[in-house]
């Protein structure tokens, strides 16, 4: 966006796994990954919701599910992802 500034997420002091937007640590995200998937948690900007973004590492396939708790939010990411294998489809 023109005249715009990005912003940063930085390490939460107490979990460093964890990120959080500067000045707005309620905003937060998390990355995961195994060795199939990398899964990226985001909530929402007053920290209620959250949006999970999961990809397939070998084909780069991806889905995103959105729910009021993370668990339920990654859970459909997943799910989601693994449907399109299976079906043959994708991104």
């Known amino acids: 966006m023109p005249g ?9 002091a107490e979990a460093a796994h964890l990120l959080h937007e500067v000045g ?3 905003h937060r995200c998390r990355v995961e990954h195994d060795g199939a998937t990398l899964l990226v948690h985001l909530s ?8 999970a ?3 397939d590492r070998a084909t780069r396939r991806w889905a995103v599910g959105q729910a009021r708790t ?5 859970t459909r990411a997943v799910d989601l992802l693994r449907e399109q294998g299976a079906n043959g489809s994708g991104e």
């Open 70 to 74: 993370q668990r339920e939010a990654a």
């Open 53 to 55: 973004l999961a990809v």
């Open 4 to 12: 715009s500034r990005w912003g940063s997420f930085v390490a939460d």
């Open 44 to 51: 929402g900007e007053d920290g209620d919701g959250w949006t």
């Open 24 to 26: 707005n640590p309620a």
